[in-house]
């Protein structure tokens, strides 16, 4: 919703005396109101305040009228809650306080659209409207219609993106000036289509009439019919053709004015079939510069063969099926001759003869006496350009007329002729799709650790397979959806980001979804459209499923779409479109909601997708299922913020269908998510959550009581969560029974080691009794403990054996860090570089980058520690301070600058600790900055007594004895005017436990034997 109450996406505005005093209460104990920033028909919105610590917020509080039509919206809108649409504005919540129905959504900025002055040029409406058309789709493919479409609803910001709001608002019995007062009107009158006003069904092209009216106001500065009431109106929208646009805007491209006059075609069937199809149609007439130009991929020879074949006089073509790049390549072509100082002279598609030389004939020689002297004013006017070195160039040239296409083969003996055609032709330079490694530098690293190149790529590749057509739209999606960001290395994607465009719809070149749908008859379209519907998972067999088609038939038709190369194969035997996917915009809503659900059902659970064909059909028992069954593989796979977003998603499924018994099992997910952060915001979102729950009992009470205590443990106020423990009931489910004993072993570790120890041996039976996973979590806390007694080795291996018998990779993955770690500190260092070895596989495997990160450091540690030549790693270093995890980024800052100060480079050294210290620069990091302020001695060679004393009382409290043995070595090494006596023997009170032969193996910064002063920088050095 637009912040900006000048310009405001709704039917008023209202002035400050105007305004309700709703401000300062509080929705659903989350949601403060603040100002109002504007008033639709269907009620006051505000601005609000997020308790829970997000963003800012639009809070829609619904008019009393609308309480029977607020099981419509919900069930109308239940995609848009579950799933997020580019280019609509999100809606995050909504619910009942005390009687009062609400909306919460996101807070946007813009100005209604055509977010400028009108009349205003195509120009300056391209990016808009494309991006209007391409959110349209989007929620059309979904089985989404928004029906009061107008320019209040579509806020478009400063960087000319569209984006669309209220819908479900869009039809009811008290929307003030959106409806007559007969109630049979739904929409705004101005932009309501014929068939809205006749009472008869609506589809997607309903929504498409509504972007005609727009768009001819915006061009012409008046709507497109004038009427002196609301019923005059009405009649002349269904009896009366809207006047020709042309005469109103006279500079809009001619393809631009036919589409907007198709657009508002009375009869639905005269318009176009889908907003691809629009988006086609405004391909050759948009001039948008929203699309970041691709940089070339895969090489320059087919551009360079051009030119080289034009410079030398010769004719030459390109050919490659729609979306191959052809156009480009003649168009670089062409650029590059042009910087030589050659002509180029274009040929435009045409129809009737010589309709594609216009521009070199003009209308006189169009205009002769008989077909003999045109025909031959032609040929001699191609051919005396081309003797004087013109260059013709010919971008699909199948849809040149065949007068210009037969003068132009007769002429080329003359001089250089470029063409690109579809179909390729003898001695064609052929166009091949991508590789993935082609792909690759179109993004921004690093490889290292994060593998953004690889990745971003591999995805790219499958979705589009390599047509550089449907790279070129994939990648404006992913950055029109705030997947994906312009960097000057490249396109910037995170992991997050392409794990969320992997569950999205697949996208085409709009021109494509044109192409296809006109050229494939209703059959093939429909079968195309089903193909889109059921990707990644289209078969033949699955498809003779759904449909009820015989699969022999649908082979020989899936055969067809190869051979005119709109699917492919992929991998395993998938058909894929490699086109744009006709949307099978004259399905109902019913009927598209069937679809989905049919696919859902087919699926098996957790599958690709499944998820979101379930939130489409509506199915809020079944969501419940799908949730748990794949919010828990994202838990296995440590992908945690994914997995708290599935399950408020899901929550808002089932609270919707009333499946109590979904909501419980969603809500234990939601907490086993939370907990598994160990931080406090998803703990007070899952609080929230189920303070607000419906349900009542022990059930819901002890996830409660379980999740309050791990706030208080977090928030580290050990007394109250020591005193709220105990009140935590058991858990009925094993992992979350799991986690309340983590808690108490968490407690005990932090109060008294032989607590610990003791819980540990209580804890056995219950650990033994359970399942492989409970055996593994048993093993780690045992692990926990013997480390925090300094006892490395038995941690080593006890964390080894959760390795093996933890269920999730992200756990697995977690032990082995764990065990490299221990085996580390117990100077078993040839068996830290084999587990870190294998660590640094297994997360590489599973794109755990904190963790694959984790294992470089402990391979850079066990060479540290052995004395090893090495060189700073900066590469490494700067991978690390992206991955996202200050307290790791510390520590191989820390580790690369003690190398740095190991090999002489004193000042890179510096450099490294400043970014270690900017690190650990919070609370959570005091005893990590004492050892940066150990290497910070060693680098400036002294300290005074008095900051000596300050830091050795401070490193009293550290709870690592290692670590205070380095602070003592440093001190020891460089007081100036020399350390008080008894620090030595403290030093060698803490060097005791390490055994003689390892006294020389370096720690995080000195060994023990430095420390102790029997090494001097001059002999390691």
């Known amino acids: 919703m637009s912040t900006s109450s000048d310009a405001l996406p709704f039917d008023e505005t209202l002035p400050g005396d105007a305004r309700p005093g709703a401000g300062g209460r509080c929705l659903a104990e989350r949601w403060l109101l603040g100002e109002v920033i504007g008033r639709g028909g269907s009620g006051i919105v505000h601005r609000a305040t997020d308790r829970l610590g997000g963003p800012d917020v639009a809070v829609k509080l619904l008019d009393p009228l609308w309480d029977d039509e607020h ?112 109630g049979l009107v739904v929409g705004t009158p101005r932009y309501v289509a014929p068939e809205q006003v006749a009472g008869t069904g609506v589809d997607a092209r309903t929504d498409l009439y509504a972007v005609g009216a727009m768009l001819f106001e915006a061009l012409a500065g008046r709507p497109p019919h004038l009427a002196d009431s609301v019923q ?23 393809p631009v004015v036919h589409l907007v006059q198709r657009l508002l075609a009375r009869q639905p069937a005269e318009r176009p079939d889908s907003a691809a199809e629009v988006l086609g149609a405004l391909a050759g007439a948009s001039s948008s510069q929203r699309r970041h130009r691709l940089p070339r991929l895969g090489g320059s020879a087919p551009v360079d063969a051009l030119v080289a074949a034009a410079l030398a006089g010769r004719s030459a073509e390109v050919a490659g099926v729609n979306g191959s790049g052809r156009s480009r390549c003649l168009h670089e072509a062409a650029e590059a001759l042009q910087a030589r100082g050659r002509e180029v002279l274009w040929l435009c598609p045409g129809e009737r003869p010589f309709e594609s030389l216009r521009a070199l004939l003009g209308e006189r020689a169009l205009g002769g006496s008989d077909a003999a002297s045109v025909l031959d004013a032609a040929d001699r006017a191609v051919r005396v350009a081309l003797e004087r070195g013109v260059v013709v160039v010919a971008d699909d040239a199948e849809r040149l007329d065949r007068w210009t ?55 790219l590749w499958e979705r589009t397979r390599g047509h550089v057509g449907a790279v070129a739209a994939e990648v404006d999606e992913w950055v029109g959806s705030a997947a994906a960001a312009w960097e000057p290395e490249g396109l910037l994607v995170t992991h997050t980001a392409l794990a969320r465009i992997r569950h999205q719809p697949l996208r085409r070149a709009a021109s494509d979804a044109a192409a296809s749908a006109r050229s494939l008859g209703p059959a093939l379209a429909e079968l195309m459209a089903w193909i889109g519907l059921a990707s990644p998972h289209a078969t033949v067999p699955l498809l003779a499923q759904l449909t009820g088609t ?65 939130a489409v059909a509506g199915s809020g028992a079944e969501i419940a299922a799908e949730v748990v069954a794949r919010g828990q593989r994202l838990l296995d796979a440590g992908r945690l913020e994914e997995a708290m977003g599935l399950a408020q998603r899901g929550l808002a499924a089932t609270r919707r269908s009333g499946a ?23 703990l007070e979102t899952a609080a929230w959550e189920l303070r607000r729950s419906a349900l009542s009992g022990e059930a819901l009470s002890g996830l409660l009581a379980l999740v309050e205590a791990w706030q208080l443990a977090l928030a580290g106020d050990r007394p109250a969560a020591l005193a709220r423990a105990p009140a935590v009931p058991p858990q009925p489910e094993e992992e979350l029974e799991a986690w309340r004993h983590a808690l108490g072993v968490r407690l005990a570790v932090d109060e008294d080691l032989q607590r610990a120890d003791a819980l540990i041996e209580t804890l056995r039976p219950w650990a033994e009794g359970g399942s492989d996973e409970i055996r593994g979590r048993h093993a780690s806390w045992e692990g926990l403990v013997r480390y925090k007694q300094s006892r490395f080795v038995e941690a080593s291996r006890h964390h080894e054996r959760a390795s093996t018998l933890r269920r999730g990779t992200a756990a697995r993955v977690a032990s082995l860090a764990n065990t490299a770690l221990a085996l580390v500190e117990a100077f078993e260092l040839d068996r830290a570089r084999e587990v870190g070895s294998e660590l640094l596989a297994a997360a590489r495997d599973a794109r755990i980058g904190a963790h694959e990160l984790y294992a470089e450091w402990v391979l850079r540690a066990v060479d540290y520690r052995l004395g090893l030549a090495l060189t700073p790693d900066l590469e490494l270093a700067l991978a690390a301070a992206r991955v996202g995890d200050a307290g790791l980024s510390g520590m191989v800052a820390l580790s690369e600058a003690a190398i740095a100060w190991r090999s002489g480079q004193d000042a890179l050294a510096h450099d490294l600790l400043a970014r270690a210290r900017a690190d650990w620069s919070g609370p959570a990091w005091r005893w990590h900055r004492l050892l940066a302020r150990c290497l910070e001695i060693e680098l400036s060679g ?39 006596a008894p620090w030595r023997d403290e030093a060698q009170a803490l060097a005791a436990p390490i055994p003689e032969p390892h006294r020389a193996l ?17 002999e390691w050095k």
Not at 150 to 165: E, F, M, S, W, Y
Not at 666 to 682: F, N
Not at 1002 to 1018: F, I, K, P, W
Request: overall charge neutral.
């Open 71 to 182: 099981e419509r919206i919900r069930r109308e809108t239940a995609a848009l809650r579950l799933l997020t649409f580019p280019g609509v504005v999100r809606l995050v919540d909504e619910g009942s306080d005390g009687g009062q129905l609400y909306l919460v959504m996101e807070l946007v900025d813009g100005l209604p659209f055509p977010g400028r002055p009108t009349p205003a040029s195509w120009a300056t409406l391209a990016d808009p409207t494309i991006a209007l058309l391409e959110a349209l789709q989007r929620v059309h493919d979904a089985g989404i219609l928004h029906r009061d479409l107008k320019p209040a609803n579509v806020l478009v910001g400063a960087d000319g993106r569209a984006r669309i709001l209220d819908f479900g608002l869009a039809r009811g019995r008290a929307l003030g000036e959106t409806m007559t007062r007969s």
């Open 232 to 254: 005059a109106l009405l009649h002349a929208k269904v009896f009366e053709d809207p006047p020709a646009l042309a005469g109103f805007s006279p500079d809009a491209p001619a």
């Open 405 to 459: 296409a037969a003068c132009v083969e007769r002429c080329r003996p003359s001089g250089p002729v470029l063409s690109a055609h579809v179909a390729p032709r003898p001695g064609a330079l052929r166009l091949e799709a991508l590789s993935e490694e082609e792909l690759r530098p179109l993004f921004a690293g690093p490889d290292r650790v994060l593998h953004r190149r690889e990745d971003g790529a591999r995805l």
């Open 550 to 614: 015989p699969a022999w038939q649908l082979a020989v038709e899936v055969a067809e779409l190869e051979a005119v190369g709109a699917i492919a194969r992929d991998g395993q035997g998938g058909l894929v479109p490699r086109v744009g996917v006709p949307t099978a915009s004259r399905w109902s809503i019913e009927a598209r909601q069937s679809a989905h659900m049919k696919l859902a059902r087919a699926l098996p659970p957790g599958a690709e997708r499944r998820f979101e064909h379930l």
């Open 660 to 682: 109590g018994a979904g909501e419980l099992e969603v809500l234990r997910l939601l907490v086993r998510a939370a907990v598994a952060t160990q931080t406090p915001a998803p």
């Open 942 to 980: 002294s300290i005074g007594l008095d900051d000596a004393h300050a830091l050795h009382a401070e490193a009293q409290g550290l709870p690592y004895p290692r670590g205070r043995l380095q602070v003592l070595g440093a001190l020891l090494r460089h007081t100036r005017g020399g350390a008080p």
């Open 1002 to 1018: 370096r720690l995080d910064v000195l060994s023990a034997a430095e420390a102790l002063g029997a090494q001097t920088r001059t």
